[in-house]
């Protein structure tokens, strides 16, 4: 492993570096998200004798607990990458992430061991939603730091190409096991393949780690400050507010037009899922395209004006989007709809890492960027889905329109305090 500080890197080794800090994100976010995608076949298996809609709502209060234990991650694994480095943080997260998929993947249903099942089934969500704390803060730093002076915002972007990228393959691993064993072989085991892919998939990333060079000089990591709370909040609190709030409505908006509309779709609008989960797949293709794309405006406009685009037109734009898609007669309609709301949010999603690592001095970087994206995403993000789902329940769905709208004018308001990174970055110091 080497000091990109004390070492220059080459192109081909910066590529490299970015490739391999990349694919470590793409197979942590898979795991993390093929858990949503196959809800709608192993509820009933975990929470029996209820109607569908209490079985979903009750699988994804799991994967929102997933998302409550990321702030502890995003402290732990922050505090750990600024003390021992980005390249180990990343590797044993990833790791930790494929344990979770592993243990969910072999895990008895209620009908073998009753009340245990649903019990173990939330230990695994719980280290995967750990691992994953971890991993977005370290990879947002690393990547950041690897990407250099030159097009930070393309290169940055790569950290959503991947995590878009890792919902992507869930989502296409879905699809063919839909078509191989159908709505019956899917729930009565199909879905446990999908989380065995995962795991060992996490196992792969140890052949990648020699590529990712290290970032943060053997003096930032040994400072006594390096990875301090006490450090991060006596300097750094008010980047630490401005990413907690742009966070709450990037979030919030991502996970409403990703993994909750695959539920939407089904639930509201009434496809089948496996038309559900075609249209995703071919939306989400487009969505991971637009990141680079985005990223290399940012180059040009800066990272604020990105962020008050995105949490302006959001918090216009979101209430009719959803009016819209419920209504929606035909897939190539809700398509169009769902398209582009997240094109609205790729503005956000683009820079999401890089914006919130130049608010941050290298020793506290990571812990600062992991834990206020772990708080704000587990609040908002996290509980998109069991939020959405009791305002259906309570019969006014169209509430939760308006409720993602109300943070993305949160997330304006805290855009208007960002500063014009493009001619002094912390990144560069």
Not at 42 to 68: C, H, N, R, W, Y
Not at 151 to 168: A, D, E, K, M, N
Not at 239 to 265: C, N, R
Not at 395 to 420: K, R, T
Request: aromatic share 12%; net charge positive; glycine share 10%.
């Amino acid at each position: 492993m080497s000091d990109s500080l004390t070492v220059p890197l080459t192109d081909a080794m910066r590529l490299r570096a970015i490739v391999a800090g990349s694919a470590g994100n793409l197979i942590e976010w898979y795991d993390f998200y093929v858990y949503a995608f196959t809800a709608l076949y192993f509820s009933s298996e975990f929470f029996p004798k209820s109607d569908p809609l209490v079985q979903i709502m009750a699988t994804s209060g799991i994967f929102a607990v997933g998302f409550l234990m990321r702030p502890f991650g995003g402290w732990y694994f922050g505090r750990y990458a600024d003390r021992k480095g980005r390249q180990a943080a990343m590797v044993v997260s990833v790791l930790m992430m494929g344990a979770g998929a592993l243990l969910i993947a072999v895990l008895p249903t209620y009908a073998r061991i009753g009340a245990a099942a649903p019990a173990l089934l939330l230990v695994g969500r719980m280290l995967q939603g750990f691992s994953t704390g971890g991993q977005y803060g370290t990879a947002a730093t690393y990547l950041s730091e690897i990407a250099g002076p030159k097009r930070r915002g393309f290169w940055s972007s790569f950290q959503y190409v991947t995590l878009i990228g890792g919902q992507l393959t869930a989502t296409l691993v879905i699809l063919v096991l839909q078509q191989v064993f159908g709505e019956a072989g899917m729930k009565e085991w199909g879905w446990r393949i999908a989380f065995a892919i995962g795991a060992v998939a996490a196992g792969a990333i140890i052949l990648l780690r020699d590529h990712m060079h290290e970032t943060a000089s053997a003096a930032d990591r040994q400072g006594g400050h390096a990875g301090s709370l006490v450090e991060l909040f006596r300097h750094s609190t008010r980047a630490f507010l401005i990413v907690a709030a742009l966070t709450a409505g990037g979030s919030l908006m991502f996970y409403s037009f990703t993994t909750y509309m695959q539920k939407f779709l089904v639930l509201t609008v009434g496809m089948s899922k496996e038309t559900a989960t075609l249209l995703m797949t071919v939306v989400l293709i487009v969505f991971m395209v637009q990141q680079p794309l985005m990223g290399l405006l940012s180059d040009r406009i800066g990272r604020r004006t990105n962020m008050i685009v995105f949490a302006g037109l959001g918090a216009v734009c979101t209430p009719f989007l959803f009016g819209a898609l419920a209504t929606a007669q035909s897939p190539v309609s809700a398509f169009l709809l769902i398209a582009a709301g997240l094109t609205i949010c790729s503005f956000y999603t683009a820079v999401s890492g890089l914006f919130k690592a130049e608010l941050f001095p290298v020793h506290v970087r990571a812990l600062g960027v992991g834990l206020a994206y772990g708080l704000a995403n587990a609040l908002f993000g996290g509980t998109a889905e069991n939020v959405a789902l009791a305002f259906k329940q309570a019969g006014v769905e169209h509430g939760f329109y308006w409720y993602v709208s109300a943070f993305c004018v949160v997330s304006l308001i805290a855009a208007l305090m960002l500063p014009d990174t493009r001619r002094d970055n912390p990144l560069d110091r």
